[in-house]
């Protein structure tokens, strides 16, 4: 009845908040440097097992392994972004989707080896005990997700609205050459984009990583993340969180009213139906067509 | 007198012999005076990699204990380990090559029903003895296949079975509903269970599917929650099966949860975190891994010794405690084989063995025409402070 | 000239393995043959057409289960299925291509990704594929005669591949695909020289997929199973990585890669846990210092003529 729709409004909305903050990552990449990071579930994943390291092997307290992933976590990016996709920058766009997948599998089979393919207990940052509220379940550490995922759009926003490097960002993405004109130089956008991002990886995969339970595949998690950023239009990232959300509403209320096997084929669907439908203007970058 | 007669019969009665005798008779490949060539076959990268990382270690500190211990019949165990990679196309060529190009005697493993199902008509027509220690397809020994034995792992079927005595007989309201993966191990899990449910009868029950990859399932959950079920089998992989448990707990379902032995890895509780206290997993065997019988301590003491780096991921694992067992039980059959040591003999000497205890995992019993080692599970509950202990009654699928 | 050479050396490898490699050798030669030749299709679509495609596995899942299903619910000989299905796969990629006519980059990978999750789906849960438990591939019989020891079927894969790789070979070297590439470098230009854009891509997305299909059959016989993990998005991945380590603009290309992802995993195997990860980073490593893929080590030799040609003020014919 009601409770019942709310309910699943609730529950698909903190689904739909990790397809978000998935979603996020990504947009950011693409309008940023024009790459969609295939490996970016795979970057999630090895922050989480980053703090679960500096936790049980460095003994170190839950604050600073936090800080040490999200740290490391950046620096990984940036070596990413330096070694690999900026050679790579002036090739057929084949060439950097394909280094992104060879690297999330790279680090997806490392850390299997190294930390072994049995799941890993990560800690809730908050309590897993629900209020009941009129007979709804609220559960804190699921709405740190949906917190988080809020969070961080806003901070990302204020970041390219109102601070003179977000902007200097846009500008660059905007136009690469205006950019080098009035004198920001696009290598440190594009390497401070993908540091953000990778930060970013770990932040989410934290949040996340105690509900899904951690093994090195979790970074297949990822392609919900695709779904939700077509779904909002890989134009803007309140539209990534917009999509994110609206994808888990929509698979709750389909797997309750419908039937559960169609969970899946929803967000399939989703991304051809919108993908195909929509017309190509809506792109974010002008493409200058070379010819 | 011996007349003409009884020559001829003898003659051909002998002839007869001789020409009935296998094509394993007198197969000795892999066999010198003073070694025996073992392969070992299993995952060791890709996604089913816990089960084969967990058959080369359990199996390698058997085989190098066993040398240690002098070797078997005067010969030493060699053995070489190959990566079936989670694939089905690898584990075949991994086959071959163990096989046809590295020559074993018999091949220990494969660890994954991806890689093993595949494998069986190959399997089946080559002549190699095939000990499993881990998967749990009943696609392999049912129906028997000469060359094909596994020992100490609970077969899918059985366990369905188990699991549905075991429901029935605890369930107040007669009504179960079963969440289960969307796959093969969850379909086929499913089935078993309703199936035996259904013979049993005066049973209601209800189903629900879900993806290994999701990680909501409040629309199952509620749908539950509004039947009358009052035992929840949730039948999946350790990951989804944590967040259906947890949220199962957070949405307020009257259910007692029963999971498949998927969910009965030492791990497992923890990842679920404090609402995995009172549900029950099936296991296949008494043996608790962190127990503490005297064969599974020495056991225990020995892998971390033997294994600092997989000590640290808290293990040794069920996965490495079932190849353990599965490896003494090999050993044994090459034992029992004798020194004048083939192919045929192995396999008739594996034929033999009836409740051979290991004291790590279960008892086995092969013979002519049963190749399934051990048909028998247990339940396990988890305890206030997460801790696990096995409920002491003894479930048989026979 | 490197060309001829290559073609000369992969038929001799074909023919004397026979003679000279034992089982497993053998087998494995086989699915280099048979991987390259799917890999061909993705090559023809991607590395001359432009067009990204993450569902080459998805095509060789029609073939394959398409080939298998015909010979078991309506006795159509696996040897005529095989092509059968491959048409069929054709028509499906003829579709996809129509559906995303408008799409490029990124957009078609996540399109042809979504396609690849669905069949994937599709398999897994209908009935008659066997969901996800799979279907044993029968043998083939000719004539009566049972063709299941592995020389025979040694000897059909090969021919299948070699027939897909040198039809793909001849494709790019075609009318055909000097207006594919034309298309990849521009769409403009190439419209404005004639090429009509829809029909090319529709056409160059359904060679793709027969190639894959048919080549796909064939592979189905020397793996014997179909097995649904076989046709997931990872190995429609691990397609893009062979075209991509190999070199993208030639089969041969596609060859190379293929050889170098079925043995160099055997030679690391002593690595164990980490082979994967060594074999990524391999491939990482690869991309970014060859992104022309390892083909193009021998056209060092005709860039370096044509660049000595230029220094002399000869134009290289």
Redesign the interface.
């Known amino acids: 009845m009601v409770s019942?729709f709310i309910?699943?409004l609730l529950?698909?909305a903190?689904?739909g908040s990790?397809y978000a903050l998935l979603a996020i990552g990504l947009v950011l990449i693409?309008n940023g440097t024009g790459v969609?990071n295939f490996g970016f579930g795979d970057q999630l994943m090895v922050g989480v097992y980053i703090l679960v390291f500096a936790q049980?092997?460095l003994g170190l307290a839950l604050p600073p392994a936090i800080l040490v992933a999200v740290i490391v976590s950046g620096l990984l990016g940036l070596a990413i972004q330096s070694?690999?996709m900026t050679?790579?920058r002036n090739?057929?766009?084949?060439?950097p989707?394909?280094?992104t997948?060879?690297?999330g599998?790279?680090l997806r089979?490392?850390v299997?080896?190294f930390?072994?393919?049995?799941?890993?207990?990560?800690p809730?940052l908050l309590s897993?005990?629900?209020y009941?509220i009129g007979g709804i379940?609220i559960?804190p550490s699921d709405l740190a997700i949906l917190g988080t995922a809020i969070v961080i759009m806003a901070c990302l926003y204020v970041f390219f609205e109102f601070t003179r490097y977000g902007q200097a960002i846009l500008a660059a993405c905007a136009n690469p050459t205006g950019a080098l004109i009035v004198g920001i130089p696009a290598g440190t956008t594009t390497t401070g984009i993908w540091v953000l991002s990778s930060m970013l990886a770990a932040i989410a995969g934290i949040v996340?990583a105690?509900?899904?339970?951690?093994?090195p595949?979790?970074g297949?998690?990822a392609?919900k993340g695709?779904?939700a950023a077509?779904l909002g239009g890989f134009a803007s990232l309140p539209g990534a969180v917009v999509g994110g959300i609206l994808l888990?509403i929509i698979?709750?209320?389909?797997?309750?009213y419908i039937s559960?096997?169609m969970?899946?084929?929803v967000s399939?669907?989703i991304?051809?139906g919108v993908?195909?439908l929509l017309p190509?203007g809506l792109f974010n970058r002008v493409s200058v067509?070379?010819? | 007198m011996v007349t003409r007669r009884e020559i001829l019969k003898v003659a051909g009665g002998a002839m007869v012999l001789v020409a009935t005798k296998s094509a394993y008779a007198a197969d000795a490949t892999g066999v010198t005076d003073d070694k025996i060539k073992l392969g070992i076959l299993g995952d060791l990268t890709g996604h089913a990699a816990h089960w084969g990382t967990g058959n080369l270690a359990g199996g390698t500190l058997a085989f190098e204990e066993i040398n240690a211990a002098g070797g078997i019949n005067g010969r030493k165990l060699e053995w070489i380990s190959v990566d079936s990679e989670s694939s089905a196309p690898k584990g075949i060529a991994g086959f071959k090559r163990l096989v046809d190009q590295e020559k074993v005697f018999a091949i220990f493993g494969p660890t994954s029903s991806a890689v093993g199902v595949p494998l069986l008509k190959t399997m089946s027509s080559s002549s190699v003895p095939i000990f499993i220690p881990t998967f749990s397809s009943p696609l392999i020994t049912n129906p028997p296949v000469k060359n094909i034995f596994r020992s100490g792992t609970l077969n899918d079927a059985d366990q369905g079975r188990i699991i549905a005595d075991y429901v029935a007989g605890i369930s107040k309201k007669h009504s179960i509903a079963i969440m289960r993966q969307s796959d093969e191990y969850g379909k086929n899990g499913a089935t078993n269970v309703s199936n035996r449910l259904k013979e049993i009868g005066n049973v209601k029950i209800s189903e629900e599917q879900f993806n290994a990859s999701d990680t909501d399932f409040t629309s199952q959950l509620l749908r539950i929650r509004e039947s009358d079920a009052d035992i929840m089998v949730v039948y999946g992989y350790p990951a989804p099966s944590a967040i259906v448990m947890r949220q199962a707990k957070q949405l307020g379902l009257p259910v007692q949860i029963v999971g498949s032995t998927a969910t009965a890895s030492r791990t497992y509780a923890a990842t679920v975190g404090k609402e995995a206290v009172g549900t029950r997993s099936m296991t296949t065997t008494r043996y608790l891994p962190e127990g503490d019988s005297p064969e599974i301590v020495k056991f225990r003491k020995a892998f971390e010794a033997r294994f600092p780096e997989l000590a640290r991921q808290t293990r040794p694992e069920a996965t490495d405690q079932l190849a353990y067992h599965g490896a003494k039980t090999l050993i044994e059959g090459l034992r029992r084989a004798g020194r004048d040591l083939n192919r045929e003999g192995l396999i008739k000497a594996l034929e033999g063995l009836k409740d051979f205890e290991t004291g790590i995992a279960e008892p086995t019993t092969f013979g002519p025409d049963r190749r399934e080692g051990n048909r028998s599970g247990f339940v396990l509950e988890i305890k206030e402070d997460l801790s696990r202990t096995v409920l002491p009654k003894a479930y048989s699928a026979i | 000239m490197w060309g001829n050479l290559a073609w000369v050396l992969w038929l001799a490898i074909a023919a004397l393995a026979p003679f000279l490699a034992g089982q497993y050798l053998l087998y494995n030669i086989g699915i280099v043959a048979t991987t390259a030749a799917i890999v061909s299709g993705l090559t023809f679509l991607s590395g001359v057409a432009g067009l990204i495609s993450i569902a080459q596995s998805a095509f060789v899942a029609i073939g394959s289960y398409g080939a298998v299903l015909l010979q078991m619910h309506l006795g159509i000989p696996l040897l005529i299925g095989i092509p059968v299905a491959a048409a069929i796969a054709g028509v499906v990629g003829w579709l996809l291509g129509f559906l995303c006519l408008r799409l490029d980059g990124h957009y078609l990978a996540l399109v042809t990704l979504a396609f690849m999750g669905i069949v994937h789906y599709t398999i897994i849960n209908l009935d008659i594929t066997g969901g996800a438990v799979g279907l044993a591939v029968p043998s083939v019989t000719l004539f009566g005669f049972t063709l299941d020891s592995p020389m025979a079927i040694y000897v059909m894969a090969v021919t299948a591949s070699a027939i897909t790789l040198w039809s793909i070979d001849r494709l790019i070297h075609s009318r055909y695909g000097r207006m594919l590439r034309a298309l990849r470098q521009s769409d403009i230009a190439a419209v404005s020289l004639g090429a009509d854009r829809r029909s090319l891509r529709t056409m160059a997305l359904a060679t793709s997929a027969v190639a894959g299909g048919f080549a796909g059959g064939f592979q189905a016989l020397q793996l014997t199973y179909l097995d649904p993990q076989q046709f997931t998005i990872v190995t429609a991945v691990f397609y893009i990585a062979i075209m991509v380590v190999g070199g993208m603009r030639s089969v041969h290309g596609a060859i190379i890669g293929a050889a170098i992802f079925v043995f160099v995993p055997g030679f690391l195997s002593g690595l164990e846990h980490y082979m994967a990860f060594i074999l990524f980073f391999f491939v990482t490593v690869m991309i970014v210092v060859m992104p022309d893929g390892l083909v193009s080590i021998f056209s060092v030799g005709d860039r370096l003529s044509g660049w000595m040609a230029s220094r002399h003020g000869r134009k290289n014919a």
């Open positions: 019942t309910q699943l529950s698909g903190i689904a990790v693409h969609v049980q092997f070694l690999v050679p790579l090739r057929p766009v084949l060439i989707i394909v280094a997948i060879a690297i599998a790279a089979e490392g299997r080896a930390m072994g393919p049995n799941p890993w207990p990560v809730f897993t005990s629900p009941r379940s559960v996340i105690p509900l899904t339970t951690l093994t595949d979790i297949l998690i392609i695709f779904a077509v888990g698979e709750a209320l389909a797997g309750y559960s096997a969970k899946d084929i399939y669907a991304l051809i993908i195909v190509s067509r070379k010819v």
